[in-house]
């Protein structure tokens, strides 16, 4: 059974570079979108940025000047660093395996994520 | 436009239907993807695609699109349905992803 164990620092100061971890166990890197998305307190899910397992990555346009998304295959572990952070930066921060599924022919295109990491609820405080 | 609008809050009485809907533009070239999350806890993907659900989801969950508007359908709501649903699909613009603000399900 494929999981996802996230680690990395929950409390932060103003400025400094937020580094989180997501360590894939019981499975592959191959064929999937690896998210990050965050959630600050009481509000909604917000896409962070993904990397596929070729190495291309995408990310949010808002946060894309802080924000830096690599794998490690040798340890099967995705990675997330943002930098300079701020109180608006406090939020669980989800780790997250994407797919997508295309079939042309039958109209067929959609995207999901089905496996999810526990969250880290990184806070941000002076 | 690059959003997916949801209701902020619905209610059902106990054992009733409700629908629960997503509208946005990009619903007119991508299926929607359905997630509920209660309190302190992850999300977990309720239903993908053309009405799949994964192994374990009730059957009372389906999943219908028509234009640019998706649905979540519970039919005969039960106290444990009361969660946060979000929808998601990518932008058709930008192919980033993008999510629903995510609709507040409260169980009469």
């Known amino acids: 059974q494929v999981q996802l164990q996230q680690g990395g620092a929950g409390l932060l100061k103003p400025s400094e570079t937020l580094s989180l971890t997501c360590a894939v166990s019981?499975?592959?890197?191959?064929?999937?979108?690896w998210t990050w998305i965050r959630q600050p307190p009481g509000k909604g899910l917000e896409w962070i940025g993904e990397?596929?397992?070729?190495?291309?990555?995408n990310y949010n346009p808002s946060l894309k000047s802080r924000v830096t998304i690599s794998v490690d295959t040798s340890k099967n572990q995705l990675s997330l660093k943002l930098s300079s952070v701020t109180a608006a930066d406090t939020a669980v921060y989800f780790c997250?395996?994407?797919?997508?599924?295309?079939?042309?022919?039958?109209?067929?295109?959609?995207?999901?994520?089905?496996?999810w990491g526990r969250g880290t609820l990184v806070t941000v405080s002076a | 436009s690059s959003e997916l609008t949801q209701d902020p809050a619905v209610s059902v009485a106990l054992g009733q239907t409700v629908r629960i809907t997503c509208q946005g533009d990009?619903?007119?070239?991508?299926?929607a993807s359905w997630y509920q999350q209660k309190p302190g806890q992850t999300p977990v993907l309720f239903i993908f695609?053309?009405?799949n659900r994964p192994s374990g989801i009730p059957a009372r969950f389906s999943g219908s699109d028509s234009g640019n508007t998706a649905s979540l359908t519970i039919t005969g709501a039960q106290a444990e349905d009361e969660a946060d649903y979000y929808c998601?699909?990518?932008?058709?613009?930008?192919?980033?992803?993008?999510f629903g603000g995510g609709t507040k399900l409260t169980v009469l």
């Open positions: 990397i596929h397992h070729s190495g291309s990555t």
């Open positions: 990009s619903l007119r070239n991508y299926y």
């Open positions: 019981g499975g592959s890197f191959s064929d999937y979108y």
């Open positions: 998601y699909c990518r932008d058709s613009s930008s192919d980033l992803p993008l």
């Open positions: 695609g053309q009405n």
């Open positions: 997250a395996r994407g797919l997508r599924f295309l079939e042309r022919l039958l109209g067929l295109d959609y995207w999901y994520f089905d496996l």
